[in-house]
């Protein structure tokens, strides 16, 4: 799956809108993986932190979000690079792969991080079009992860 000049237009364009207030951006990213996911927040070390609410607050996840929306815009940043696109995904990647991530994690994050862009920027500018282009991005995201899953564990 390849992205049109289009698709990665719109995607720079759309996440210039979401990235204004990055860390609250990743905030309620977060915030929507949990509540559709509550098994997840276990994977994370948020201090034994129970509650959900408080587990936004946390300084942990300040911390966490802010590099999840950085790696997100550093690749959205080089999707017109093909080498520094796949770098940045495959360091991401690999550092998820080494921590038993699985991809069902991943492809649930895609729907929060769709939710996000569209509670955020509304129908107008999160149309059908920019839905299917975040979706395409997401499913290279999703392609690269699993091969790079199987070359982890034929190593």
């Known amino acids: 799956m390849t992205l049109t000049e289009k698709d990665k237009e719109i995607i720079q364009k759309t996440w210039a809108l979401v990235r204004v207030d990055s860390i609250q951006a990743g905030i309620e990213l977060f915030r929507r993986f949990f509540e559709a996911n ?4 276990k994977v994370f070390p948020f ?3 129970e509650d ?5 607050k946390s300084s942990s996840l300040k911390m966490h979000a802010g590099r999840v929306m950085t790696a997100l815009s550093s690749i959205v940043d080089n999707i017109n690079d093909p080498i520094i696109f796949q770098e940045n995904l495959q360091k ?3 550092s998820h792969v080494e921590r038993k991530i699985e991809l069902k994690q991943f492809e649930n994050l895609k ?5 996000l862009l569209i509670d955020k920027l509304g129908d107008d500018i999160m ?5 299917e282009a975040w979706s ?3 499913d290279i995201i999703l392609d ?3 091969k790079s899953k199987e070359n982890f564990q034929s190593s």
């Open 38 to 41: 509550p098994d997840y927040v």
């Open 47 to 49: 201090d034994d932190l």
């Open 52 to 56: 959900l609410e408080e587990i936004l």
């Open 92 to 94: 991401i990647i690999s």
């Open 111 to 115: 729907m929060a991080l769709v939710r």
């Open 127 to 131: 149309n059908d079009e920019a839905k």
């Open 136 to 138: 395409k991005a997401y």
């Open 144 to 146: 690269t992860y699993q």
